[in-house]
């Protein structure tokens, strides 16, 4: 296993470089660069800049060299030094902006994936269960209904309902007087009563998929033949569908954690950024807008970083669950 | 009705249905029968013919849409009392307590029948655990001891294996474990030997006798193969649509059979016994013609080292049959393969004559050759399920190959309709996909497909394996008269020596990749000189229950002994 590990990191390397180089790209693509969008700023606040002003600066921060050698620079510093750049907009390096927001994306990240595993697999039981079922049809019906609605019509659904019915402090992780406030108890607690409305809004659309995925696995795996054998062996229902058709219905939903965290990530950015939430994703987006590269383009890499650990975790999970497959 | 103390199931009346879109249908009609304490009774018929059903309902657990209409199923226990399993309740705890303890059952799919995500230990130990609530430890060494009764091999490392890692028989082993770990009165068999090749077949025929008689059970034995009941039967039940045909016990039913269908039955399996008519009136293959394939000192060697195919030499003439006999593992199929070049085999030739009569060495031959060779020689393969298409109809199915040749528009519908016709499937169903059809005619469109672009050479893989015996003789015969009517060679590979017997007028033996023998099909049955041959011709079953074969077979033991099958 160890030395499967080790060949899958080491695959992932070209990948990364990769995404990195496409990122770097594309962010460059839009015509001008952070100093045609400053100008403009300034512009619009009635202030007029020199052309030699704007040069200097161009020079100051590296714009004016070709963009493989401002790639190289970039991806030099952050292999050499850990110095991911720094940010135009906001005048700081990237590493201090990201660590600590990407705590935060992380921990939301994982509670959604947790949340959503919890709920869809005992609907997704009961769904397959209870097949033609009424509550199997209600189920499928909301399944579609989630999956359609967008995260942001949600979030911006779920906060309303929560501050003008229930008079909730809804939009980001903490109610004001904790904000800036050291970690403590009741800050802890204070988090724990908001963090779960994002979780729910960001994880709906992923549980929906996730139940329909769990139900398809179970219908499947019921009427094999093994299932027969266990229950002429005597052993009850309820013990039956457990220790049989629902553990091997698992092993296809483990390989999606692959592309379930994914989602997440990307959910969350836009919900993050219609709920304040102090993760990365309004980072993100900010830095694209402003096309401050350096930013915008540490926090791809970063999530990419996040997706391959997510494809390789989900490959190891299935791996220790299923004797049929050996990583080699 | 008595109930006599030897009784310990009866079955009256049974009626179980199935209620389908298009009707309610009655799987079994009205069946009665009784099991004898430390009897066996065998439950022979066709596919579609209720066996299964029947075997199901005595322990409810017939598939969803199944139900239990009518009838009793009476369990008489050793201490007399009784009870009536059809009325209890399906997913009750009365019979979950029957369910593996006083009955247990085995399948047919030893590998889909078993979890493959379990270990085998935990899988045999289960019914210990649920109905005895034995600890871990006691349990082990329960299953332990029932792997050492079915014949394991190296039992404490077997015990922590998973299914996948074992071969066939040795799964239907694992099996008859489970079924026996809480010491059930009755065993229940559905067609446990049918995937199995005749070998293996024997030896766990074989295995259920003897544990029948240490353990004084009786066994329920579902089959559709008039052989194996001849050979393990004491009474016989014979089911066509669900109903009854006759009952009796073996030697009744064999040596003075009443109804019809059980002469049919019985006829299907005598007719393999031994050649077929078509081919005692054909006349002699000129043993001087040019062969149509030669096949010198071919090898190939697997990745793992496995010498699958090992230094084999053998010819085809125009016209001739040639079998390929052996058990699963000889390498009879890669062999077959590697003249199709499906597999590269790395040494030795593959002459093909074509029919201008420039031979072709189709192991160097190279891409645009071996597409034109390909349309020459073609394949028939085991499983007609998995070989067919599901989403093309059978025209498609069968115009296929046509289409790759160049053959468009009406000329192609009407050659597809010929081809149809040709192995005895109405042109009307063309529309039809393979599921609306039964194994034998979804074995005659495997093989339509394959006479369509008028091939010289086909290579059957255990094209009737899959087929129940009263198929069989059908399916050979149609390859027959297609052989005489455009003049074809096979090359038929089977596990099966009776299949061989009938249709082939050489056969080649093979035995973990080597040919061991050799020669015309009248003299290896008649006078086989090597004894892999002969274990071979003695595990067939014999459709005599005064002369059962099996109990006083052959065994082969290969020189570097090593356990097998």
């Known amino acids: 296993m160890l030395p499967y590990i080790a060949r899958r990191l080491v695959f992932a390397i070209p990948t990364l470089l990769a995404v990195s180089i496409i990122a770097f790209i594309i962010i460059q693509l839009p015509p001008g660069d952070y100093l045609t969008t400053l100008m403009a700023d300034w512009a619009s606040q009635g202030g007029a800049v020199e052309a030699g002003t704007v040069a200097a600066m161009r020079e100051r921060y590296g714009l004016d060299q070709p963009m493989y050698f401002q790639y190289y620079k970039w991806m030099a510093g952050i292999l050499l030094h850990g110095d991911f750049g720094i940010s135009f907009e906001l005048g700081k390096p990237v590493t201090e902006l990201i660590w600590s927001r990407l705590g935060f994306s992380l921990m939301l990240s994982l509670l959604t994936l947790c949340f959503v595993w919890a709920v869809a697999i005992p609907i997704g039981i009961l769904s397959a269960v209870r097949q033609y079922s009424i509550s199997d049809y209600t189920v499928t019906f909301l399944a579609f209904f989630f999956l359609a609605v967008p995260d942001f019509l949600m979030a911006l659904g779920a906060m309303y309902v929560m501050s003008v019915w229930f008079g909730q402090s809804v939009g980001g992780l903490f109610s004001p007087e904790y904000v800036d406030a050291g970690w403590s108890f009741g800050k802890l607690l204070d988090l724990a009563n908001h963090v779960w409305l994002p979780v729910i809004v960001i994880g709906l659309g992923s549980l929906a998929a996730l139940v329909r995925i769990m139900r398809a696995n179970l219908l499947d795996e019921l009427s094999k033949p093994y299932v027969t054998t266990a229950r002429a062996k005597g052993i009850s229902e309820f013990e039956l569908l457990i220790r ?77 669950t299923d004797p049929r497959i050996r990583l080699t | 009705m008595s109930m006599t103390n030897d009784t310990i199931l009866k079955v009256d009346d049974l009626k179980t249905s199935f209620k389908t879109r298009t009707g309610v249908f009655k799987a079994v009609d009205g069946v009665s029968f009784e099991l004898k304490r430390g009897k066996t009774l065998c439950v022979v018929g066709e596919s579609g013919s209720g066996k299964s059903v029947t075997a199901r309902s005595i322990l409810q657990i017939v598939d969803k849409p199944g139900t239990i209409d009518g009838g009793s199923i009476v369990l008489t226990r050793q201490d007399g009392s009784q009870v009536d399993l059809a009325k209890l309740n399906p997913r009750g705890e009365e019979i979950r307590n029957v369910r593996g303890r006083e009955i247990a059952m085995i399948f047919q799919e030893p590998m889909s029948s078993l979890s493959p995500v379990h270990r085998i230990g935990e899988q045999i130990g289960e019914g210990l655990r649920i109905h005895f609530g034995t600890p871990k430890a006691e349990q082990r060494e329960r299953v332990l001891d029932l792997l050492r009764q079915v014949e394991i091999p190296r039992p404490e490392t077997a015990i922590d294996r998973y299914t ?44 259920i006798k003897r544990l029948q008689q240490s353990h004084g059970m009786s066994v329920l034995f579902i089959t559709h193969d008039m052989g194996v009941v001849a050979e393990i039967a004491d009474e016989v ?81 125009p016209g001739e049959t040639l079998g390929i006999v052996g058990e699963s593992g000889s390498g009879k199929t890669t062999m077959g393969r590697c003249l199709l070049r499906i597999y590269d085999p790395q040494m030795g030739e593959i002459n093909y004559r074509r ?32 070989s067919l298409s599901p989403r093309k109809t059978v025209a498609q199915i069968i115009a296929e190959p046509l289409k790759l040749a160049g053959m468009r528009g009406k000329e192609l519908d009407e050659r597809v309709a010929e081809l149809m016709q040709q192995v005895g499937l109405e042109p009307a169903w063309r529309e039809r996909y393979p599921h ?28 009737t394996s899959a087929l129940d015996v009263s198929l069989r003789s059908q399916v050979l015969d149609l390859m027959m008269k297609l052989q005489d009517e455009m003049g074809l060679s096979y090359v038929f590979i089977s596990h099966d020596m009776s299949v061989i017997r009938y249709m082939c007028d050489r056969v080649a033996v093979m035995y973990r990749g080597k040919l061991v023998e050799a020669g015309e099909t009248d003299q290896v049955v008649n006078r086989p000189t090597h004894d892999y041959t002969r274990a071979l011709l003695s595990a067939i079953p014999h459709p005599d229950p005064r002369d059962r074969r099996i109990q006083n077979r052959f065994r082969y033991v290969a020189p570097s002994a090593s356990v097998n099958g």
């Not at chain 1, 102090?278 to 970083?305: C, E, K, N, W």
């Not at chain 2, 009165?185 to 005749?198: H, K, R, S």
């Not at chain 2, 072709?360 to 998995?386: H, Y």
Request: charge should be neutral; glycine fraction near 6%.
């Open chain 1, 244 to 320: 049989y058709p629902v553990r091997l219905a698992l092993n296809p939903l483990i390989s999606t954690i692959g592309w379930i965290l994914p989602a997440v990530i990307s959910g969350e950015i836009i919900v993050s950024v219609v709920m304040s939430l102090p993760t990365t994703g309004p980072l993100l987006l900010r830095a694209l807008l402003a096309q401050d590269m350096y930013l915008a383009g540490s926090l791809i890499l970063l999530i990419s970083v996040l997706t391959i650990i997510g494809t390789l975790i989900s490959d190891i999970l299935l791996a220790m």
């Open chain 2, 164 to 207: 996948f890692e074992f071969s066939g028989g040795m799964r239907q082993r694992v099996m008859i474990a489970m079924a026996l770990a809480c010491n059930p009165q009755i065993l229940i068999a559905d067609e446990p030997t049918t995937a199995l090749d005749v070998t293996t077949q024997a030896e766990i025929l074989d295995l």
């Open chain 2, 237 to 317: 039940l014979v089911m066509y649509r669900g109903k009854v045909m006759e009952h009796g016990t073996v030697d009744e039913v064999f040596h003075a059979p009443k109804d019809d269908y059980t002469k049919r039955l019985i006829g299907s399996v005598v007719r393999l016994e031994r050649k077929a008519e078509i081919r005692l009136k054909r006349a002699e293959i000129a043993e001087d013609a040019a062969p149509l394939l030669e096949v010198r000192n071919m090898s190939l060697t697997f990745p793992s080292g496995l010498k699958a195919v090992d230094d084999v030499s053998l010819i085809v003439r």
């Open chain 2, 355 to 386: 029919a201008d009569g420039t031979v072709i060495d189709m192991r160097t031959a190279d891409k645009p050759q071996l597409k034109e060779l390909r349309r020459e020689v073609r394949m028939i393969f085991q499983d007609p399920v998995g």
């Open chain 2, 436 to 463: 609306a059809f039964s194994g034998g005619q979804r074995q005659r469109i495997g093989i339509a497909r394959a006479i369509s672009v008028k091939p010289r050479l086909i290579i059957a893989d255990e094209a």
